[in-house]
């Protein structure tokens, strides 16, 4: 089929490769310059492990190809996909929608045929709706139909988690092809079994901010059990260990540590919260707001237990932070607990030099006034407290004897609790976590 994907973010980007893997023809729309030139040389302007490959291997070879013309779309697609993105509003908890409606507004006037358009971002429940009757005024003698497809992706595994996803998820409203046209554009994936959910709109949108909702309210539940552990001298790893033995619960998202970060669940829970309070449904989330409180207040802790390791203060002290990106495997710093740690240090005096694998570029746009270093042992050079704030696989694999050469003091604080604590320990580290 020819597919158009508008907006070549981490999502679109990802989405248009694995579509062409797919065996689509497929145009992407990027409207930023820079940007649409590197994906046009099949070059990613972001990481993503796997995505440089196959983006490559596709524009290569002719099935995707990127424009910046929502004309040239509009004549290309049979199929479009809406992967722009839905920031917080500035001053508010509710998510900024205006890229999607541009991309309404732009594109529907320029549709000379009848076409399926599906939505991917993550948008407020109720946008669907929105949008058809919006596209029904727009429409000029043909017949668009509109459904929402949310995608559930985790950055550092988005072409695994669009190739052999665990489920796919439409919504649509009765008596359109959305569904028929679903099952021939993912034929691959269905025909080696992912589930197939089929439902309304506002269902689908809800399906996937209660998907995001949940996760973050896992997390910081076992954060919440941490601050409880502290208190009471208990081990909240043995604790996530022992209740994730229990099918309801589960194991994984119950790691404790710094908490959530990124483009999506910090934005998502806040925006579903502003919805319900929109739809007179405020008191149902009202637990969201402490999920959200918990997650903010484990970077105040950080930042508290490094002062403590330090004697009381943190003024005239060298900081090491291991770790900008929110999560491994990613250079995406959008609301990064690890950086705004390291911002926080700064200002209370210390001297704070960072190093991430990845996220080096993207660190210095954001925190431009804080030290940075082209390794893990450059970045400990002389340090009083090493803080390893992303689980990246190279800091669980440092070598604690060697480090310690390089350090001043041999204090360190395990934010993920991804180290091993006797190995440090049996080193000579005051270990803390």
């Known amino acids: 089929m020819r597919i158009v994907v508008l907006?070549?973010?981490?999502?679109?980007?990802?989405?248009?490769?694995?579509?062409?893997?797919?065996?689509?023809?497929?145009?992407?729309?990027?409207?930023?310059?820079?940007?649409?030139?590197?994906?046009?040389a099949g070059e990613v302007p972001f990481?993503?492990?796997?995505?440089?490959?196959?983006?490559?291997?596709?524009?290569?070879?002719?099935?995707?190809?990127?424009?910046?013309?929502?004309?040239?779309?509009?004549?290309?697609?049979?199929?479009?996909?809406?992967?722009?993105?839905?920031?917080q509003k500035k001053g508010e908890y509710s998510a900024d929608l205006k890229y999607v409606d541009?991309?309404?507004?732009?594109?529907?006037?320029?549709?000379?045929?009848?076409?399926?358009?599906?939505?991917?971002?993550?948008?407020?429940?109720?946008?669907t709706q929105?949008?058809?009757?919006?596209?029904?005024?727009?429409?000029?003698?043909?017949?668009i139909e509109l459904a929402?497809?949310?995608?559930?992706?985790?950055?550092?595994?988005?072409?695994?988690?669009?190739?052999?996803?665990?489920?796919?998820?439409?919504?649509?409203?009765?008596?359109?092809?959305?569904?028929?046209?679903?099952?021939?554009?993912?034929?691959?994936?269905?025909?080696?079994?992912?589930?197939?959910?089929?439902?309304?709109?506002?269902?689908?949108?809800?399906?996937?901010?209660?998907?995001?909702?949940?996760?973050?309210?896992?997390?910081?539940?076992i954060n919440a059990i941490a601050e409880v552990c502290d208190a009471a001298g208990a081990d909240v790893k043995a604790i996530a260990d022992a209740i994730g033995y229990d099918a309801r619960i589960g194991r994984r998202f119950l790691n404790a540590g710094l908490g959530f970060g990124g483009g999506c669940l910090p934005k998502d829970i806040?925006?579903?919260?502003?919805?319900?309070?929109?739809?007179?449904?405020a008191e149902a989330l009202s637990f969201l707001r402490e999920v959200d409180n918990v997650n903010m207040r484990r970077r105040t802790r950080m930042v508290?237990?490094?002062?403590?390791?330090?004697?009381?203060?943190?003024?005239?002290?060298r900081i090491a932070i291991l770790g900008a990106a929110f999560k491994p495997e990613s250079d995406d710093?959008?609301?990064?607990?690890?950086?705004n740690v390291a911002g926080q240090i700064q200002l209370q005096g210390a001297s704070v030099t960072v190093y991430d694998p990845k996220a080096m570029d993207n660190s210095r746009k954001l925190f431009p006034t804080l030290d940075y270093a082209e390794s893990a042992e450059t970045a400990c050079d002389s340090a009083d407290v090493v803080l390893v704030l992303t689980e990246w696989r190279e800091f669980v694999a440092l070598n604690p004897t060697k480090l310690a050469a390089e350090v001043r003091q041999k204090n360190i604080i395990d934010g993920r609790l991804c180290l091993d604590e006797r190995e440090w320990v049996s080193a000579g580290w005051n270990y803390a976590s």
């Open 7 to 40: 907006g070549l973010g981490y999502l679109g980007a990802t989405h248009a490769a694995c579509m062409a893997e797919m065996g689509h023809e497929v145009l992407g729309v990027e409207v930023i310059p820079e940007k649409r030139a590197q994906l046009a």
């Open 47 to 87: 990481y993503e492990p796997g995505l440089p490959e196959l983006l490559k291997r596709h524009i290569d070879g002719g099935s995707l190809k990127v424009c910046g013309s929502y004309a040239e779309a509009a004549d290309f697609g049979d199929v479009f996909f809406i992967a722009v993105g839905t920031p």
């Open 102 to 127: 541009a991309a309404i507004e732009e594109l529907i006037p320029l549709l000379s045929r009848d076409v399926l358009i599906l939505g991917k971002s993550t948008v407020p429940v109720g946008t």
């Open 130 to 143: 929105r949008l058809s009757e919006r596209v029904d005024e727009l429409a000029k003698d043909v017949e």
């Open 148 to 221: 929402w497809n949310p995608e559930f992706l985790r950055e550092g595994f988005a072409v695994e988690d669009t190739l052999h996803p665990d489920r796919v998820v439409l919504g649509a409203f009765s008596g359109g092809q959305a569904e028929l046209i679903c099952r021939e554009v993912y034929a691959p994936i269905l025909e080696a079994g992912t589930p197939f959910i089929v439902t309304d709109p506002p269902t689908a949108e809800l399906v996937k901010t209660s998907a995001n909702a949940f996760l973050a309210t896992k997390i910081s539940f």
């Open 270 to 281: 806040r925006a579903f919260m502003a919805r319900a309070g929109e739809l007179g449904a």
């Open 304 to 317: 508290e237990l490094t002062r403590e390791v330090c004697g009381g203060s943190l003024l005239g002290k």
């Open 333 to 339: 710093v959008r609301d990064s607990p690890a950086l």
